[in-house]
T-cell receptor, first 111, second 114 residues
């Protein structure tokens, strides 16, 4: 499979802690994106990182990309109960191709 | 109003029935996608269309067909539904000209095949 694989499958933390999720993939990519899904609802785009980028920030989100290891990580700092959701990485192998999603990490943040 | 809408939102049907799921968008995007989501398996791409005359198979197209009736409409059909097609189905769109080629998702259709 060429899809991204997230790790861990599930993560439980306390409010205020940081949450780190990892994504590994098998092919070369054009870009990698992270999405969030609240229970049973549609996915919402969080952040995109291109293959020539190593790190990007958006608010409390920090994404890194290591193309030599074919891996990415999503860090959510100072987590809140409202961050409870599933998080998916998605890879685009080449410009103009469809996104391929991983299986997701389920994050639970308790207050 | 939602930019990407899906109808129906929920559907229960029987094995062997033909089912059509519809997706409409008001975002003016040229690209549309159908995914299915099963618990623990993430999203799997069924079909995608980069414009009205372009249809492409995804990872799991067997048992499904699609129709791109217009730029704004993309329908998914199950010709003869079977129980293992019970899943949550999502439509998504994207803009080929965007600098950030993100996908915008509809709210999903929960399909149960008995």
């Amino acid at each position: 499979s060429q899809q991204g694989e997230e790790d861990p499958q599930a993560l439980s933390i306390q409010e205020g802690e940081n949450a780190t999720m990892n994504c590994s993939y098998k092919t070369s990519i054009n870009n990698l994106q992270w999405y969030r899904q609240n229970s049973g609802r549609g996915l919402v785009h969080l952040i995109l990182i291109r293959s020539n980028e190593r790190e990007k920030h958006s608010g409390r989100l920090r994404v890194t990309l290591d193309t030599s290891k074919k891996s990415s990580s999503l860090l959510i700092t100072a987590s809140r109960a409202a961050d409870t959701a599933s998080y998916f990485c998605a890879i685009r192998r080449q410009a103009g191709t469809a996104l391929i999603f991983g299986k997701g990490t389920t994050l639970s943040v308790s207050s | 109003d939602a930019d990407v809408t899906q109808t129906p939102r929920n559907r229960i049907t029987k094995t062997g029935k033909r089912i059509m799921l519809e997706c409409s968008q008001t975002k003016g995007h040229d690209r549309m996608y159908w995914y299915r989501q099963d618990p623990g398996l993430g999203l799997q791409l069924i079909y995608y269309s980069f414009d009205v005359k372009d249809i492409n198979k995804g990872e799991i197209s067997d048992g499904y067909s699609v129709s791109r009736q217009a730029q704004a409409k993309f329908s998914l059909s199950l010709e003869s539904a079977i129980p293992n097609q019970t899943a949550l189905y999502f439509c998504a769109t994207s803009d080929a000209t965007s600098q950030v080629p993100e996908q915008f998702f509809g709210p999903g259709t929960r399909l149960t095949v008995l």
